[in-house]
C-alpha cells in the first residue's frame, strides 16, 4: 500500500511541477519573440513557443514528459488493477483515455492552428477523450461511495462532476462553430486589417480543457491513494 501510494504522489507532483513549468517558460518565450504580453483567452497554446526558439527543445520536451506520465502510470499501475478486478475496466479505460487526451495535447501543439482542419480535428480529440476521462472518473468515485460510503470517494466524485459539466459547456459552446473568424478593422491608412478578438473561441477552450484534464487526472489520482 505504501509503495502504491509513493507512486500517485510521485505522479501528482511531476504533472503539477511540469505543467507549470510548461505554462511559465512559454510564457516567458512568448514575450521575448513577440514583445506582447500572452493571453490565455486568443492566443493558443502552440504559441507558447516557437519553431526559431532556443527554448523550442525544452517546451517539447516538457510536453513529452506530459504524455508520458498516462504511459508511466499506466504500467505502474497493472499490479494494482489485477487486484481490483471489478474495477479493472473502469481503470483500464481511464488511463487509456487520460493518455489520449495528453497525447492529443502534444500534437495538438504540433499542428499550428493555421492549419485549420487538422488543428480543429486534434483540438476535438483532445477535448473528448479529456470529457471521457472525467466522465469515468465520476462513476468511478461514484462506485466506490456505494460501496464503502466513504465522503472522500462522493467528495472527489463531486469536484469530478463539477470538471465534467465545465468541459461539456466548452465542447458545446456554439461560438467554436465559427472560432476562425477575425474582426476587421480601419487603420491610418483606411486600410482594412484583420485581428484576432479578444476572446478567441477555439484557443480559450483549448487552454480550459487543458486545466480541466490536468485537475481531472490529478483527482482521480488523489481517489487511488
Known amino acids: ?4 501510494n509513493l507512486i500517485w504522489i510521485l505522479s501528482l507532483i511531476l504533472i503539477g511541477l ?17 514583445g506582447e504580453n500572452y493571453s490565455f483567452f486568443k492566443h493558443f497554446p502552440h504559441e507558447l513557443s516557437f519553431k526559431d526558439d532556443s527554448n ?13 506520465m498516462c504511459a508511466l502510470i499506466l504500467i505502474n499501475a497493472f499490479p494494482f488493477i489485477y487486484n481490483f478486478k471489478s474495477f479493472s475496466g473502469f481503470l483500464f479505460v481511464e488511463f487509456l483515455f487520460a493518455a489520449i487526451s495528453s497525447i492529443s495535447f502534444v ?3 504540433l499542428i499550428e492552428a493555421k492549419f485549420i ?6 483540438a476535438t480529440l483532445y477535448m473528448v477523450s479529456t470529457f471521457a476521462m472525467l466522465a469515468i472518473t465520476d462513476a468511478y468515485c461514484f462506485l466506490l461511495y456505494s460501496m464503502d460510503k466513504n465522503t472522500f470517494h462522493v467528495t472527489i466524485g463531486i469536484l469530478s462532476s463539477f ?3 465545465i468541459e461539456i ?11 476562425a473568424k477575425l474582426e476587421s478593422t480601419k487603420n491610418d491608412s483606411g486600410e482594412i486589417e484583420y485581428k484576432r ?4 473561441p477555439l484557443a480559450y477552450s483549448e487552454w480550459i480543457t487543458f486545466v480541466i484534464s490536468t485537475l481531472g487526472l490529478i483527482l482521480f489520482l488523489i481517489a487511488l491513494i
Open 1 to 4: 500500500m505504501i509503495e502504491k
Open 18 to 34: 511540469f505543467s507549470v513549468i510548461y505554462i511559465v517558460s512559454g510564457i516567458v518565450s512568448f514575450k521575448k519573440n513577440t
Open 56 to 68: 523550442r527543445k525544452l517546451y517539447l520536451a516538457i510536453l513529452t514528459v506530459n504524455a508520458c
Open 107 to 109: 500534437v495538438m501543439n
Open 117 to 122: 482542419k487538422q488543428h480543429t480535428i486534434i
Open 163 to 165: 470538471l465534467t459539466l
Open 169 to 179: 459547456l466548452t465542447i458545446i459552446n456554439p461560438k467554436l462553430k465559427d472560432w
Open 197 to 200: 478578438p479578444r476572446f478567441f
